[in-house]
């Protein structure tokens, strides 16, 4: 019998499925409405599915899901109540946090407030010990002082407590205790420490990572163990059970439960690795990647076919300090709400209307209008073909809703107020790109536009015509693009060792012997998820710095070393300064600031085919013809079927290309042809 693999992303109004079967290479897919009051009874719809398809649930052989449990829990503020426990005298160090606002827009809102904190200086104590700067055991741990504290902290009620000692990243041993009396003080306590969470310099970020875990470990554990539980009751008994990360790689269920915070962009991570596969697959190696959903919009930028990676992010605000793509993410989707306010302006977002009602015209108890009913008005959606006629749209409701809320109160048509609804949105995620792109110091015009969620390629052709951008491409499968890239990840599991020494003072030697120590540990983890050396790998990073500044940059390294390659490494420093800041200062000494290893373990790639021409023509695939607005007339249009496209045929917009998981939406001067992946390519020049 065949076996499968079935990966799930878990959005804010659908759940994506992706089924492959690795004898024949199919691809198939499934859409369900989300579940947000438990997330997995969409996903046991989805299994159930492949099931009814006549798949024994022994075949399904792997299984990964990109999740928002924990993402959604951080946004709401619906962690559990934290402790915190500091070395004495830094109580006030999450309080202070970086001292300043946040750059952007913040700088000038003299409304704007930081976010709440996680944990109030009512829940944060102390321990009494001390740890040098280079780990030196200053003061013993004061046990009796801390039992005290930890009492306190359960009188408070506290479920989860962070760990956050000075210096703890070179001598954990203090944190370790401080775990040991905690869970004899407060049974059941979930305890994160620092020094397992991300044992690196800087104590601020350190301590908000580690908060952050402790704050949503005990929620994603739960909601892994339950989904564990339905999974095994429903037959799939495989051992390949993984989370997606927000490092672009998966880690399996028992890995995620311990570390919940590393899975913060665990939705949209899954779409990035598809999109680098695209890259592969399509020849072009700059890429604007554009997933809009049903509640957000998350772009990213691919450089010569590589995403940009950060050590070190936000999510709302909160200072995550862990390897992540670097995805900017604003409130802009499907069901993002609109209406006008007191002072007669139209605003769009960011607040959605989700799963639960959605949008009006899905006929859930939505009276609303959301950016889907300004689509389904302008006549982009197809009112007896959404997803693939399973869901009737009713238009009529789209049309109340945006009459009452702001065609009505803004003295216009109904059609207008839907086009300036979709403006507003359009020009939201246009600055969500720039950000990424233009004030980055890239060239739009050398970038594609990769669309995909449910929403995406709706706006993408008007969005990249805007700003000048080199043409759009919608992959086959966009809206569970997501979830496909789910398919193609590896097991990654990120280390990291601070150790300050100058580049001078270093040998080669030195390097390798860190390196080969992280090596070990990840070895370790690897053998435990069941992967043998041949199925590892390791790509290994040096966090360098002029001496005495305040940041410093990831380069990467080769292990082991040989005579020269720090020589080299500094000559490649000085190079990307250059790059980055303009200038460099090759006479100032470097340091090494952090040793950073990443362990990847090889799941086996998913070949997907190349397609053959059919032969069929153009007008095969044309399903009806219908008005649809552009440039402020309803133009009459053909709707094409886009499982019925031919590789290689070509059209000309305006056009609306219908299929199960989206609807593509191409302008009136945008030519497309489709290449022998069954890409759609939108270019504004000759086909």
């Given at each position: 019998?065949?076996?499968?693999?079935?990966?799930?992303?878990?959005?804010?109004?659908?759940?994506?499925?992706?089924?492959?079967?690795?004898?024949?290479?199919e691809?198939?897919?499934?859409?369900f409405?989300?579940?947000?009051?438990?997330?997995?009874?969409?996903?046991?719809?989805?299994?159930?599915?492949?099931?009814?398809r006549?798949?024994a649930?022994?075949?399904?052989?792997?299984?990964?899901?990109?999740?928002?449990?924990?993402?959604?829990?951080?946004?709401?503020?619906?962690?559990?109540?934290?402790?915190?426990?500091?070395?004495?005298?830094?109580?006030?160090?999450?309080?202070?946090?970086?001292?300043?606002?946040?750059?952007?827009?913040?700088?000038?809102?003299?409304?704007?407030d930081?976010?709440?904190?996680?944990?109030?200086?009512?829940?944060?104590?102390?321990?009494?010990e001390?740890?040098?700067?280079?780990?030196?055991?200053?003061?013993?741990?004061?046990?009796?002082?801390?039992?005290?504290?930890?009492?306190?902290?359960?009188?408070?009620?506290?479920?989860s407590?962070?760990?956050?000692?000075?210096?703890?990243?070179?001598?954990?041993?203090?944190?370790?205790?401080?775990?040991?009396?905690?869970?004899?003080?407060?049974?059941?306590?979930?305890?994160?420490?620092?020094?397992?969470?991300?044992?690196?310099?800087?104590?601020?970020?350190?301590?908000?990572?580690?908060?952050?875990?402790?704050?949503?470990?005990?929620?994603?554990?739960?909601?892994?163990?339950?989904?564990?539980?339905?999974?095994?009751?429903?037959?799939l008994?495989?051992?390949?059970?993984?989370?997606?990360?927000?490092?672009?790689?998966?880690?399996?269920?028992?890995?995620?439960?311990?570390?919940?915070?590393?899975?913060?962009?665990?939705?949209?991570?899954?779409?990035i690795?598809?999109?680098?596969?695209?890259?592969?697959?399509?020849?072009?190696?700059?890429?604007?990647?554009?997933?809009?959903?049903g509640?957000?919009?998350?772009?990213?930028?691919?450089?010569?076919?590589q995403?940009?990676?950060?050590?070190?992010?936000?999510?709302?605000?909160?200072?995550?300090?862990?390897?992540?793509?670097?995805?900017?993410?604003?409130?802009?989707g499907?069901?993002?709400?609109?209406?006008?306010?007191?002072?007669?302006?139209?605003?769009?977002?960011?607040?959605s209307?989700?799963?639960?009602?959605?949008?009006?015209?899905?006929?859930?108890?939505?009276?609303?209008?959301?950016?889907?009913?300004?689509?389904?008005?302008?006549g982009?959606?197809?009112?007896?073909?959404?997803?693939?006629?399973?869901?009737?749209l009713?238009?009529a409701?789209?049309?109340?809703?945006?009459?009452?809320?702001?065609?009505?109160?803004l003295?216009?048509?109904?059609?207008?107020?839907?086009?300036?609804?979709?403006?507003i949105?359009?020009?939201?995620?246009?600055?969500?790109?720039?950000?990424?792109?233009?004030?980055?110091?890239?060239?739009?015009?050398?970038?594609?536009l990769?669309?995909?969620?449910?929403?995406?390629?709706?706006?993408?052709?008007?969005?990249?015509?805007?700003?000048?951008?080199?043409?759009?491409?919608?992959?086959?499968?966009?809206?569970?693009?997501?979830?496909?890239?789910?398919?193609?990840?590896?097991?990654?599991?990120?280390?990291?060792?601070?150790?300050?020494?100058?580049?001078?003072?270093?040998?080669?030697?030195?390097?390798?012997?860190?390196?080969?120590?992280?090596?070990?540990?990840?070895?370790?983890?690897?053998?435990?998820?069941?992967?043998?050396?041949?199925?590892?790998?390791?790509?290994?990073?040096?966090?360098?710095?002029?001496?005495?500044?305040?940041?410093?940059?990831?380069?990467?390294?080769?292990?082991?070393?040989?005579?020269?390659?720090?020589?080299?490494?500094?000559?490649?420093f000085?190079?990307?300064?250059?790059?980055?800041?303009?200038?460099?200062?090759?006479?100032?000494?470097?340091?090494?600031v952090?040793?950073?290893?990443?362990?990847i373990?090889?799941?086996p790639?998913?070949?997907?085919?190349?397609?053959?021409?059919?032969?069929?023509?153009?007008?095969?695939?044309?399903?009806?013809?219908?008005?649809?607005?552009?440039?402020?007339?309803?133009?009459?249009c053909?709707?094409?079927?886009?499982?019925?496209?031919?590789?290689?045929?070509?059209?000309?917009?305006?056009?609306?290309?219908d299929?199960?998981?989206c609807?593509?939406?191409?302008?009136?001067?945008?030519?497309?042809?489709?290449?022998?992946?069954?890409?759609?390519?939108?270019?504004?020049?000759?086909?």
């Amino acid at each position: 019998m065949a076996q499968f693999r079935l990966t799930v992303d878990t959005g804010g109004t659908f759940s994506d499925f992706v089924y492959v079967n690795d004898e024949t290479r199919e691809v198939s897919i499934a859409k369900f409405p989300s579940t947000p009051d438990d997330p997995s009874r969409a996903i046991l719809a989805g299994v159930h599915e492949l099931i009814s398809r006549g798949v024994a649930p022994s075949d399904i052989r792997y299984f990964c899901h990109g999740t928002t449990v924990g993402t959604n829990a951080l946004l709401e503020g619906k962690g559990v109540r934290t402790g915190l426990i500091v070395t004495k005298g830094f109580s006030g160090i999450y309080e202070v946090a970086e001292q300043s606002r946040p750059h952007g827009p913040a700088i000038f809102d003299i409304m704007y407030d930081r976010p709440e904190m996680l944990v109030p200086p009512s829940r944060t104590g102390e321990a009494v010990e001390r740890v040098a700067f280079d780990g030196e055991i200053l003061l013993p741990l004061d046990e009796e002082a801390l039992r005290k504290t930890v009492r306190e902290l359960k009188e408070e009620g506290v479920q989860s407590i962070a760990v956050c000692l000075l210096f703890s990243f070179l001598a954990p041993q203090h944190e370790q205790r401080v775990r040991q009396i905690i869970e004899q003080e407060i049974p059941g306590c979930s305890v994160s420490l620092s020094s397992e969470i991300v044992p690196q310099i800087r104590e601020y970020y350190r301590l908000s990572t580690t908060v952050i875990n402790a704050y949503l470990q005990p929620i994603l554990a739960r909601y892994i163990a339950n989904l564990d539980a339905r999974l095994t009751q429903a037959g799939l008994t495989t051992p390949q059970k993984y989370i997606m990360q927000s490092n672009g790689g998966m880690a399996n269920f028992e890995a995620t439960a311990r570390k919940a915070v590393a899975t913060v962009l665990s939705g949209p991570a899954g779409g990035i690795t598809a999109s680098v596969h695209a890259t592969a697959t399509t020849g072009f190696q700059n890429l604007i990647t554009f997933d809009m959903g049903g509640t957000s919009c998350d772009v990213a930028l691919i450089k010569d076919g590589q995403p940009s990676i950060s050590n070190r992010g936000k999510v709302e605000g909160r200072d995550v300090a862990l390897p992540m793509i670097d995805i900017n993410t604003v409130s802009a989707g499907g069901g993002t709400l609109a209406h006008v306010d007191r002072f007669g302006e139209l605003i769009v977002g960011p607040h959605s209307a989700g799963a639960v009602p959605g949008p009006a015209c899905y006929m859930r108890g939505g009276d609303k209008p959301t950016i889907t009913d300004c689509n389904a008005v302008l006549g982009y959606l197809s009112p007896d073909n959404f997803l693939g006629g399973k869901m009737k749209l009713d238009i009529a409701a789209s049309r109340k809703a945006i009459e009452t809320s702001v065609s009505a109160p803004l003295g216009i048509s109904i059609e207008e107020g839907a086009e300036g609804i979709v403006r507003i949105i359009n020009v939201k995620m246009q600055e969500a790109i720039k950000a990424i792109s233009t004030m980055r110091g890239h060239d739009l015009r050398d970038f594609m536009l990769l669309a995909f969620g449910g929403a995406g390629p709706l706006h993408a052709a008007r969005i990249a015509e805007e700003l000048g951008m080199a043409g759009v491409i919608v992959p086959l499968y966009p809206g569970v693009y997501s979830a496909l890239g789910l398919v193609m990840s590896d097991v990654k599991h990120d280390y990291i060792r601070s150790r300050m020494v100058q580049l001078a003072n270093v040998s080669e030697a030195q390097v390798n012997t860190i390196f080969a120590d992280l090596e070990s540990e990840a070895r370790k983890d690897l053998a435990q998820e069941s992967f043998t050396d041949d199925q590892t790998a390791f790509e290994y990073g040096l966090d360098m710095r002029y001496a005495g500044q305040g940041y410093e940059m990831t380069l990467p390294a080769c292990s082991p070393l040989k005579a020269g390659d720090l020589a080299k490494l500094r000559r490649d420093f000085d190079e990307e300064h250059r790059k980055l800041f303009g200038h460099t200062a090759p006479d100032e000494p470097v340091e090494i600031v952090s040793f950073r290893l990443r362990g990847i373990g090889r799941v086996p790639p998913v070949e997907f085919p190349k397609f053959k021409p059919t032969g069929a023509a153009l007008s095969e695939a044309i399903r009806e013809h219908r008005p649809a607005m552009f440039n402020g007339q309803m133009v009459d249009c053909p709707v094409y079927q886009r499982d019925a496209l031919d590789v290689g045929v070509s059209f000309v917009g305006p056009a609306i290309v219908d299929q199960l998981d989206c609807t593509t939406v191409i302008p009136p001067g945008h030519h497309v042809r489709i290449d022998d992946y069954r890409n759609m390519i939108l270019t504004m020049g000759a086909v």
